[in-house]
């Protein structure tokens, strides 16, 4: 089985969509399996991460902003790829270093995640997108 999932994003950030996945999962009628989801975008990623405390959300953004600032930072001068504005490179950089696609065990019907994982795509533009997540389920 296959589905798309649309996240709309306002700037950089973690969205999670995790409610969506397990909806989906739960409808598709498969007991046991495995879970695949790939975005298909080059400046953004996947992640599972914690969802309980949203300092975790801030510090991996802080981090991140850290390892790879802006086009505009000085530190950055040698990018060649800034026509599409300051975050672009960078933001190709994240997802160079991030996972673009996850793979989560299904049993009983639901994906196995743990009590505080959450699926969330990772976006690395500030400007608003719609990214396109493709879910396969075996």
Request: glycine share 6%; hydrophobic share 40%; with cysteine.
């Amino acid at each position: 089985m296959q589905a798309q999932f649309v996240i709309p994003t306002t700037g950089q950030g973690l969205y999670e969509f995790t409610g969506q996945v397990c909806s989906w999962v739960r409808e598709a009628g498969i007991d046991s399996g495995l879970l695949t989801l790939f975005v298909q975008h080059t400046s953004c990623s996947l992640l599972v991460q914690e969802n309980a405390d949203p300092e975790v959300q801030h510090d991996l953004l802080a981090y991140l902003a850290r390892l790879v600032p802006p086009a505009t930072d000085p530190s950055m001068r040698y990018l060649r790829h800034t026509y599409e504005g300051p975050d672009d490179m960078p933001a190709h950089i994240k997802a160079a270093i991030l996972p673009v696609s996850l793979t989560i065990p299904v049993s009983d019907g639901q994906p196995r995640l743990g009590t505080w994982q959450g699926i969330y795509l990772f976006e690395h533009r500030d400007a608003p997108h719609r990214r396109n997540v493709v879910a396969h389920l075996a």
